[in-house]
């Protein structure tokens, strides 16, 4: 995996409609599932709010072909992007953003890999990409549960964007 700072993004296009399926995981709470994303480049928004709430990625999550690029955009200040090294494949490389800055990350071992703005993990500022097969998901999700103590807001955030894979 090649990560690399860029400035400025550039002319990507951001796909806006994405093809959901919904599924219903419990009596009370329907998950939309993601579909894969179009195209080799895609963008994550670093946002303040959005649809999603607060301290938010958009999309915050995001299902890639194994070599995709994604270009993490700091739409809003005091923000980055970086790996939760207990979230990602085994023999990922991990990526860590510089504040208010873009960054660029190249995905090339399949997986779930789970990444936060550091300055905004304790509101669960966290953001889901599976890459391929999500083959280490059993593990993403025994992770998350014992990271969730670390946030103070949005306690269930991380556990609803892990349901959408």
Same mark, same amino acid.
């Given at each position: 995996?090649?990560?690399? *700072? ?57 299902? !890639? ?7 993490? *955009? ?30 660029? !990350? ?7 890999? !789970? ?24 593990? !993403? ?6 990271? *969730? ?7 269930? *955030? ?8």
């Amino acid at each position: 995996m090649v990560a690399e *700072r860029i400035a400025p993004v550039g002319s990507i296009v951001k796909v806006e409609d994405l093809v959901q399926e919904k599924s219903l995981i419990s009596p009370a709470i329907i998950v939309e599932k993601v579909a894969l994303s179009q195209g080799n480049e895609h963008i994550v928004e670093m946002l303040n709010a959005g649809d999603g709430g607060n301290m938010i990625f958009d999309p915050a999550v995001i299902k !890639v072909s194994k070599g995709d690029i994604i270009h993490f *955009r700091a739409v809003d200040m005091s923000h980055n992007s970086a790996t939760i090294n207990s979230m990602i494949p085994s023999g990922a490389e991990s990526w860590t953003g510089l504040m208010n800055q873009d960054i660029s !990350v190249t995905l090339d071992v399949e997986g779930v890999y !789970v990444y936060q703005c550091d300055p905004h993990a304790m509101m669960a500022m966290v953001g889901v990409i599976q890459v391929g097969e999500a083959v280490n998901i059993s593990e !993403v999700k025994i992770a998350a549960e014992a990271y *969730r103590s670390n946030f103070m807001l949005n306690n269930d *955030r991380l556990e609803g964007y892990l349901a959408q894979l």
